[in-house]
């Protein structure tokens, strides 16, 4: 035998050395749970604030694959500061708890999704945090408000209603009472509505939805000034609701094409929509873009577009509407939304068929309410395949009524 052995030293520690990606077009992907120091010299001088290393020491702390996307969601957003989160619920969760502690009030606005609302009235009143839940108009949140009120937090568009609270009189509402004012903007994504500029304090996104855009991961993202972001970022670190970087690289791929994916999902997005609520077997149609929408007046100001979710109600009940849903050929049957397929779901049935039918009718999940998520389809074969659909389902609905009049 020639050569030097092979041991399990070489194995680990031959060849290794920096690497330079400074040429690589795209974001590198760096898989690493610690992160090493020269000595212990650069130890102390990192600790006690001499350093000008920015990266920390543990990957729970940070990632150089996040902090490469954290900074172009921030400037996407138009923020000092982006904060990657394992889940949209992740960047929620995290924010309420930093916030709010024992006596503090919540609002909420109704229309949010649901697991927000739940934990923002269930959850945090274990720990002594009152919630109330508010109509998704800034008057009604206003009217809300109490002295011990702390934070503000409401969806624009809401789901699945779509209804647009007027982000800049809540903003100048939280800088009047002193509440901190957050708005969940998946739906609008930054290409739609920047918050921030209209004076909000924080954004909230599930990057589930438009930022990654292809139905391929789980992230959520918190962006703002750096000192709002700060206190939610250390938490972080302890609850541990981190972005892992694989899925930051799939969202850093996916922000590349956001504002070419949304635009093509708002023309799409108000083609179906007025096709929908010029159809005989639909009775309502929820979209801001639609003059008939309750909002629109706010949506048409603070909008540049209208986004690719399209919510309606069939007429007929349950079954009619179910027989709707599974005669569609490229909408998917599945919840989330903002991908490149088109999804479809019934809400009462996805989200809210383990409550009663009258609990589920009082928070206005209908059986037969559909939100349709488009993607980037052509427009054209969307409406064919929903025309086609709902001839189908109206065609069994009059074949049932002359069965039963026989």
């Not at 795209?26 to 898989?31: K, L, Q, R, Y």
């Not at 000008?52 to 694959?65: A, K, L, S, V």
């Not at 109600?313 to 709707?324: K, P, Q, S, Y």
């Not at 009462?348 to 999940?365: D, I, N, Q, V």
């Amino acid at each position: 035998m020639t050569g030097h052995p092979l041991t399990n030293t070489r194995c680990v520690h031959a060849g290794t050395g920096p690497c330079d990606v400074r040429h690589a077009v795209t974001t590198a992907i760096v898989h690493s749970a610690p992160f090493t120091f020269a000595s212990t010299r650069e130890v102390l001088d990192y600790v006690e604030g001499r350093s000008d290393r920015t990266q920390p020491e543990y990957g729970r702390m940070g990632n150089p694959t996040l902090a490469r996307v954290e900074a172009r969601l921030a400037a996407i957003e138009g923020a000092e500061r982006a904060q990657l989160f394992g889940s949209g619920m992740a960047a929620v969760t995290t924010t309420l708890l930093a916030y709010l502690k024992g006596g503090d009030h919540l609002v909420l606005s109704s229309d949010c999704y649901k697991r927000t609302r739940d934990f923002g009235s269930a959850f945090l009143a274990r720990f002594g945090v009152r919630a109330s839940v508010a109509g998704p108009t800034a008057r009604a949140i206003a009217e809300a408000i109490r002295p011990e009120t702390r934070l503000i937090l409401a969806e624009v568009p809401s789901n699945p209603y779509q209804y647009v609270v007027d982000v800049g009189r809540l903003a100048d509402l939280g800088r009047q009472r002193g509440v901190l004012t957050v708005i969940d903007s998946t739906f609008a994504t930054p290409v739609n509505l920047r918050p921030l500029a209209w004076g909000v304090d924080l954004v909230i996104h599930s990057a589930t939805k438009y930022l990654g855009g292809h139905n391929d991961l789980v992230a959520g993202v918190l962006a703002g000034a750096a000192d709002r972001v700060a206190p939610v970022s250390d938490l972080l670190s302890t609850l541990g609701g981190i972005c892992d970087p694989t899925t930051a690289f799939l969202l850093d791929r996916g922000l590349k094409t956001l504002s070419a994916r949304v635009r093509l999902q708002n023309a799409a997005g108000l083609a179906v929509a007025r096709f929908l609520e010029d159809h005989p077997g639909i009775r309502r149609v929820f979209y801001p873009g639609l003059a008939s929408h309750p909002h629109h007046g706010i949506a048409e100001r603070l909008l540049v577009g209208y986004g690719g979710v399209v919510t309606f109600l069939v007429d007929g009940g349950f079954e009619e509407t179910a027989r709707f849903v599974d005669r569609l050929s490229i909408p998917k049957i599945g919840p989330s939304l903002g991908g490149v397929e088109a999804l479809v779901e019934q809400p009462a049935l996805m989200s809210f068929w383990h409550l009663p039918p009258e609990e589920r009718r009082r928070l206005g999940m209908h059986d037969n309410l559909v939100r349709l998520s488009l993607g980037i389809e052509e427009a054209g074969d969307l409406i064919r395949d929903l025309d086609q659909a709902l001839t189908a389902a109206g065609s069994s609905r009059t074949q049932q009524v002359e069965t039963k009049h026989a």
